[in-house]
């Protein structure tokens, strides 16, 4: 099937909205991966339903986020955010007005189905077999996976999530990894067909995650100061992504050489999100602790042109993360020329080039990560290779690139359905 020919897809994001804030509650690199994916199909003449939980009257119940890109509110529960823990039991009336959406229409109207995140896999399935369409699913994150490395503290993911990601396993026409670690992990943990998964590595926008020769003039634009070495955090403050380990590491440098406390700043931009939004003080509470409150910055999630004046501004990103399908902080630093220092752990061994674009450290250990932060910036050639180093490999994931691997999938997946069904 040419792309010609496939008119509409039906995007599902049931916990999180494609309009929300990147950064803060369960927003994240999903939201932005969805956006940016339907945006580019759209372009090429593919029109894109979004469709996801309705969390405020306010909403209406279709926007256009973009020329042939709507977002559906759907109804199902109370018009508030809930907790992940709790949409499963909102799954029921979230299917009943999927399905009404299309029923609107005549059928055929969808041609495929995209879910993403394994709720939306539980709604996707159902839409499947009502619409006698195709089921394409991304897990973004597993809970096997999670489980096995969790963060101190951290709650495990339940067993209902684990039994309702192998269902989507099980019933989804093809499955879409973001690295061949992720595609690994589907066949082993959770034994998906090889031939049902793709590995289509996910995007950066390449026009807004651009270097700038002079990071003065983006330190003037967020108003930090010129002549501190600047590490950054960003992303959802909760244990997984282990903001707590830069905090601990940055301490652990000042106890080594207290002269560094002129000199450093810790920028950490984001907001609680899973269990962090329990304890929304705690990483500040860490800081003062630990003593070193006065040279972190706790900054709110910003739009994708401020977040790139963040990577261009820092010297280091740090991505401790305990856990990450792909890691797209990692890449969007890149692309902006900073190098980044990050857990090796998942799709992160996928997103940084290891003693090119930064740096993998194995474990969680901050005394680890304070060790490779000061070694890095006492060697200011080696980091400047390293930027440089970085914007060729950030460069070379371009959302293009994903959304042609994505169409081709596409169009196989429902050819193949379509010689099923007349066979």
């Not at 910055?297 to 401790?320: E, G, K, M, N, S």
Request: charged share 25%; proline share 6%.
């Amino acid at each position: 099937m040419s792309v010609s020919r496939l008119a509409r897809v039906a995007t599902i994001s049931v916990h999180t909205s494609p309009l929300d804030q990147p950064g803060t509650g369960d927003a994240g690199g999903m939201n932005v991966y969805i956006v940016e994916v339907a945006k580019r199909m759209a372009e090429l003449g593919v029109e894109v339903d979004l469709f996801t939980r309705a969390t405020s009257r306010a909403q209406p119940q279709v926007a256009e986020l973009a020329p042939g890109v709507l977002v559906r509110h759907v109804g199902a529960g109370p018009l508030e955010e809930l907790d992940k823990t709790e949409l499963p039991r909102q799954m029921c009336a979230f299917t009943s007005g999927l399905l009404r959406t299309e029923a609107a229409h005549d059928p055929g109207h969808y041609d495929l189905i995209h879910s993403h995140y394994w709720l939306s896999g539980q709604a996707g399935h159902a839409a499947r077999m009502r619409w006698g369409v195709p089921l394409v699913h991304s897990m973004h994150t597993l809970a096997k996976v999670k489980n096995a490395a969790l963060a101190d503290g951290d709650t495990p993911e339940p067993l209902g999530r684990v039994l309702g990601e192998q269902r989507v396993v099980d019933s989804a026409d093809r499955l879409i990894a973001n690295t061949a670690d992720e595609a690994s992990q589907l066949r082993t943990l959770y034994g998906a067909d090889p031939e049902q998964v793709e590995t289509v590595l996910p995007g950066v926008d390449l026009t807004t995650f651009t270097p700038e020769r002079d990071t003065d003039g983006a330190r003037r634009r967020l108003g930090l100061p010129r002549d501190r070495a600047i590490l950054l955090f960003v992303g959802r403050i909760q244990p997984l992504k282990a903001p707590d380990v830069l905090i601990k590491a940055a301490a652990r440098m000042l106890e080594r050489d207290p002269g560094l406390r002129d000199r450093l700043l810790v920028a950490v931009v984001g907001g609680p999100s899973g269990s962090g939004r329990t304890r929304p003080d705690e990483l500040h509470a860490l800081a003062a602790r630990l003593g070193v409150a006065d040279i972190v910055r706790f900054c709110p999630p910003c739009p994708q042109a401020v977040l790139a004046d963040w990577y261009r501004a820092a010297d280091i990103t740090v991505v401790p993360s305990h856990s990450e399908s792909f890691g797209l902080v990692a890449v969007e630093s890149q692309a902006c020329g900073t190098p980044v220092v990050a857990a090796e752990v998942g799709g992160l061994r996928t997103a940084v080039r290891d003693k090119e674009s930064g740096l993998l450290v194995p474990g969680h250990d901050p005394a680890d990560y304070a060790r490779v932060l000061r070694d890095l910036l006492g060697a200011p050639r080696r980091l400047r290779r390293m930027s440089r180093a970085a914007v060729r490999h950030g460069e070379a994931f371009g959302w293009q690139a994903t959304v042609d691997r994505l169409l081709e999938i596409y169009a196989k997946t429902v050819g193949e359905r379509a010689m099923a069904a007349s066979a």
